[in-house]
């Protein structure tokens, strides 16, 4: 069966501009132009289009999707079945939140006392079992067991005021680090400026900072692919760029 632009376009519940977009960008070609002009696409396209969605929803960029499915590697079950696995891992998240959300309604409700700790629980229960699952083999490879268990205890005895500035510095770090990227300096002022707070980020999760301990970290974030992944959300080549920047900042600068 092959389907329009208008009709894909329905199907999908986008726009049939993005689909040309997709199409101008290599991202996603139709299977042939008619005799009209008028794009077609088939099964093979459709599928394609699904994958594309799969990781808008997941918050990948486009330029790093189109990295991944043009990669001769790439396995399209495979893909499906981690995609399947972040669902799973969202919904789990979303139901740690709904508990709390309904422990919170008691609590106001004076059928539950909670103290402050508990009312951020769930966030850094969500956060600790989502960076286990992501990168806690490697992690706990590179640092041990004890440094990690450590950090984890450490972010879940954070006060109510810890956890609300942690967060919001490291949405600011990443702030921060797409402007940064525009200079294309890692040894600029934004850029160092960056260093220096994801240095203050370590250390409400660690317990003693160290430079070379930073170090492996950012290079970690480039070596990984899932943190690179991570990373590049904000803009393509940001692992590597937050890397350098942080070599200049220890005194390890890339050349």
Same mark, same amino acid.
């Given at each position: !069966? ?5 009709? %894909?376009? =329905? ?15 290599? %991202? ?14 088939? =099964? ?6 699904? =994958?594309?969605? &799969? ?13 991944? !499915? ?13 995609? %399947?696995? @972040?669902?799973? #891992? ?10 709390? +959300? @309904? @422990? ?13 700790? *508990? ?10 079992? #989502? ?9 706990? *490879? ?22 609300? *500035? ?14 940064? !990227? ?8 934004? $850029?160092?400026? +960056?260093?220096? !707070? ?14 070379? $301990? ?12 899932? &943190? ?11 692992? #590597? ?15």
């Amino acid at each position: !069966m092959e389907y329009t632009i208008q009709k %894909l376009a =329905q199907l999908a519940g986008i726009s049939t501009r993005t689909l040309r977009y997709y199409d101008e960008i290599d %991202l996603l070609k139709p299977a042939r132009i008619n005799s009209s002009g008028y794009r077609l696409y088939g =099964q093979k396209e459709v599928d394609r289009l699904q =994958q594309i969605m &799969f990781y808008r929803e997941l918050g990948f960029p486009l330029e790093t999707i189109k990295e991944i !499915m043009t990669n001769p590697l790439f396995d399209e079950r495979k893909a499906l079945q981690d995609h %399947l696995k @972040h669902l799973l #891992e969202k919904r789990k998240q979303i139901d740690l939140l709904i508990k709390n +959300v @309904h @422990h919170t309604v008691e609590n106001l409700e004076g059928r539950r006392n909670m103290t402050d700790q *508990e009312k951020f629980i769930g966030f850094k229960k969500q956060l600790i079992e #989502e960076n286990e699952k992501k990168y806690g083999k490697e992690i706990r *490879e590179k640092y041990g067991d004890t440094t990690v268990d450590a950090s984890n205890a450490k972010l879940m005895n954070l006060s109510e005021k810890e956890y609300a *500035e942690v967060t919001e510095l490291a949405e600011s770090i990443n702030k921060l680090l797409a402007e940064a !990227m525009k200079t294309q300096d890692p040894t600029g002022e934004l $850029a160092q400026k +960056v260093a220096d !707070m994801h240095k203050q980020w370590l250390t409400y999760y660690w317990n003693d900072y160290s430079k070379e $301990a930073h170090q492996g970290l950012a290079q970690m974030y480039v070596d990984d692919e899932r &943190f690179k992944a991570n990373y590049d959300k904000i803009a393509p080549g940001a692992a #590597e760029f937050l890397r350098d920047a942080i070599f200049v900042y220890t005194g390890n600068g890339k050349s």
